[in-house]
């Protein structure tokens, strides 16, 4: 993997095409002061152990977002996590999947927005895993 984007309180660990909504919700998080690390798997297997044991060990929050299902990409980060003790320090893992429900067909950027893997999304469950109330229109982008 690599880091695209170092920070201090946050990781997002993208595994697909939503890199670029990982950066927007990075300098949507940075307007509300988290500092946010964005990092790009690029490969599901091998897992990138060191990156993202050094992703847990540096953060309080790490997201990993994917276009799969439940059981996939951040299921075999969260295994890893767990088998190396990873989450007895309090980690805030979250992981952001498609949903297991069927989307009405509309415009990709449409579909994803559903889904809640756009950058408001993203912004959203950071606000959500820190227990913080994302207001509505706190989150600015649309």
């Known amino acids: 993997g690599r880091i695209l984007r170092e920070g201090t309180k946050v990781a997002i660990l993208n595994f697909g095409a939503r890199l670029g909504e990982c950066l927007k919700a990075a300098d949507e998080l940075a307007g ?42 951040g299921s075999h980060v969260l295994q890893l996590l767990s088998d190396n003790d990873a989450l007895d320090g309090g980690l805030k893992l979250r992981m952001m999947v498609l949903p297991d429900m069927f989307l009405d067909q509309d415009s990709p950027n449409a579909m994803y927005a559903k889904a809640g893997l756009d950058a408001k999304g993203i912004v959203t469950r950071v606000f959500e895993a820190l227990g913080k109330d994302v207001a509505a229109g706190t989150v600015k982008l649309a």
Do not use: M, N, Q, Y
């Open 32 to 73: 509300f002061g988290l500092s946010t690390t964005i990092a790009d798997a690029r490969f599901a297997k091998p897992l990138d152990t060191d990156l993202i044991l050094r992703l847990a060990r540096e953060h309080e929050v790490l997201i990993t977002i994917e276009e799969g299902a439940v059981g996939g990409f």
